[in-house]
């Protein structure tokens, strides 16, 4: 499967914007997806995945009600919509697929970038 992620930009510290990852290739609606992200000196960490059919979410501590993942299996998308963006959500975010329940991400997006400015 073939991931292109968008949607990201500068954005002001407190306002939001929505990611998209865009598949295609290999049956979109057979994988789980994920959104990671990866600040400049650090290692890539997670931040949110949702299951195939969209009924399991999880999202990192750090993102828990302020981010919103959701995915359009008829337009093989999945979002992440952010909101109460801070300094610190600044990074590049990955969309990866991962066999359902594995957490294994096989296949990766190209990375958007998020800068949020104080």
């Known amino acids: 499967v073939q991931l292109q992620a968008s949607g990201g930009g500068l954005v002001q510290a407190g306002g939001s914007l929505r990611l998209s990852c865009a598949a295609s290739?290999?049956?979109?609606?057979?994988?789980?997806m994920g959104w990671f992200r990866q600040a400049p000196g650090k290692e890539r960490e997670f931040v949110a995945d949702?299951?195939?059919?969209?009924?399991?979410?999880a999202y990192a501590d750090s993102v828990k009600g302020r981010f919103t993942i959701s995915r359009d299996n008829a337009r093989n998308t999945v979002y992440l919509q952010m909101y109460s963006l801070s300094p610190e959500d600044t990074a590049v975010y990955y969309c990866?697929?991962?066999?359902?329940?594995?957490?294994?991400?096989?296949?990766w997006g190209q990375g958007t970038q998020v800068t949020v400015s104080s």
């Open positions: 990866g697929a991962s066999p359902p329940g594995a957490r294994r991400y096989d296949y």
């Open positions: 290739g290999r049956t979109f609606s057979m994988y789980d």
């Open positions: 949702i299951s195939w059919s969209g009924s399991s979410t």
